[in-house]
C-alpha cells in the first residue's frame, strides 16, 4: 500500500502544473488540474490558450472557454458531420463556418462524395496555432486539394457569397464576442441563401441545460428561413453541465431509416469513435425540459 501512494505521489509532483479554470459560467465551472501550458496568445479576435491534461490531452480554449480537448473531440466533430452529410442524399459542396482548429475539416473528408469544401475562420492564428500544436485535428486537411481555407468574418462571407452549397455547419464559438453574430436571424437567412435544394445547416448550439435561452433563441431565429427546424444531442464531457445540442434547419424532413444510414456510412473512408446510424436516430428525442424551453 505505501509504495502504491508514494509512486502515485511521486506522479502527481512530477506531474504538477497549473489548475486550468474554464470562465463560461461565473457561478460553476470545470477545473483542468495539473495542466502545462503549451502557448498561450492573445491574437487580433481573441485570448488563445492551448495546454496539455493528464486526462484530457491538448486542449484549445478561447476567451476562457473550452474549444476541444484530445480526449472527446471526435464526439462532437463526427456528430456535427456525420448527421447532416449522411442525411443528405450526396452531398458535394460543404462551407464550414468558424472550425478553425480543422476537426470539422477532417471529418467533412471523410466522405466520397464530397468535391469541395470552404472553410471561413475569422482568426487565422487559431487555424496557424492548431496545425502546429493540435496537428490530431485537422490530420493535414488543411492541406487537402478539396479545401478552400479563407480568414474572415464568416457574417460578411455569407452575405457577399455567390456559391450554393449542399450543407453548411456552423462550428463556431459560443454567442459572445466574435461568434454572437453566427446566432442571428440575419445570419441564418444569408446562410439559407446559399443553401442548394434539399440543403442542410447545422450548428453548435451550446448545453442547453446551462445556456437555457440558446434553444429557443436559435430556434426561434431560424424559424422564418427554414420549414424544418430542430435540435439533436450528443453528450462531449468536456462541454461541461449536460448534453450538448446541434442546432438543425432544413426545408425537406428528413427521415432515414437505419439501414439506409449503415449502407451511406459504410462508404466513408477512416475510423469512427462515436457515431452509428443508431446513436443518429436517437440524437433527435429530445428531453422533455428542452421541448419545453421550445415551447
Ligand atoms: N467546437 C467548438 C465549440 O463547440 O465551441 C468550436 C470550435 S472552433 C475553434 C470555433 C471557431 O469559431 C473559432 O476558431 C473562432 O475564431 C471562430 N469564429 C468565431 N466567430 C467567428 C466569425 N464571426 N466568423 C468566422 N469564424 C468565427
Not at 61 to 82: F, K, P, R, S, W
Amino acid at each position: 500500500m505505501f509504495k502504491w501512494l508514494a509512486t502515485t505521489t511521486l506522479l502527481a509532483l512530477s506531474l504538477h502544473g497549473e489548475p486550468y479554470r474554464e470562465t463560461l459560467y461565473p457561478e460553476w465551472g470545470q477545473c483542468f488540474h495539473e495542466s502545462t501550458v503549451l502557448l498561450r496568445q492573445k491574437t487580433d479576435v481573441q485570448d488563445l490558450i492551448i495546454f496539455q491534461n493528464p486526462r484530457f490531452g491538448k486542449i484549445l480554449a478561447l476567451d476562457g472557454i473550452i474549444q476541444n480537448t484530445e480526449a472527446d473531440e471526435a464526439i462532437y466533430h463526427e456528430m456535427m458531420v456525420h448527421v447532416p452529410l449522411l442525411a443528405h442524399e450526396n452531398p458535394k459542396s460543404v462551407l464550414i463556418i468558424g472550425g478553425g482548429d480543422g476537426g470539422i475539416l477532417r471529418e467533412v473528408l471523410k466522405h466520397p462524395s464530397i468535391e469541395r469544401v470552404t472553410l471561413v475562420e475569422i482568426d487565422k492564428q487559431v487555424v496557424d496555432f492548431s496545425k502546429e500544436h493540435l496537428p490530431h485535428l485537422s490530420k493535414g486537411a488543411f492541406d487537402h486539394p478539396k479545401a478552400h481555407i479563407i480568414i474572415q468574418d464568416a457574417a460578411l462571407f455569407v452575405k457577399e457569397c455567390k456559391e450554393d452549397f449542399d450543407v453548411i455547419i456552423c462550428d463556431s464559438s459560443d454567442p459572445i464576442g466574435p461568434g454572437a453574430v453566427l446566432f442571428t436571424r440575419e445570419f441564418y437567412g444569408d446562410c439559407k441563401n446559399l443553401l442548394s435544394k434539399n440543403g442542410i445547416f447545422v450548428n453548435q448550439n451550446g448545453v442547453p441545460f446551462m445556456q437555457e435561452t440558446e434553444l429557443a433563441l436559435t430556434a426561434k431565429n431560424r424559424k422564418p428561413h427554414f420549414k424544418h427546424v430542430t435540435f439533436y444531442l450528443a453528450t462531449v464531457p468536456t462541454y461541461a453541465g449536460g448534453q450538448m445540442a446541434f442546432g438543425w434547419a432544413s426545408d425537406k424532413k428528413y427521415r432515414l431509416s437505419e439501414a439506409v444510414l449503415a449502407e451511406r456510412l459504410s462508404k466513408l473512408k477512416g475510423e469512427l469513435f462515436y457515431y452509428t446510424p443508431e446513436i443518429h436516430k436517437a440524437a433527435f428525442a429530445l428531453p422533455a425540459f428542452m421541448q419545453k424551453q421550445l415551447n
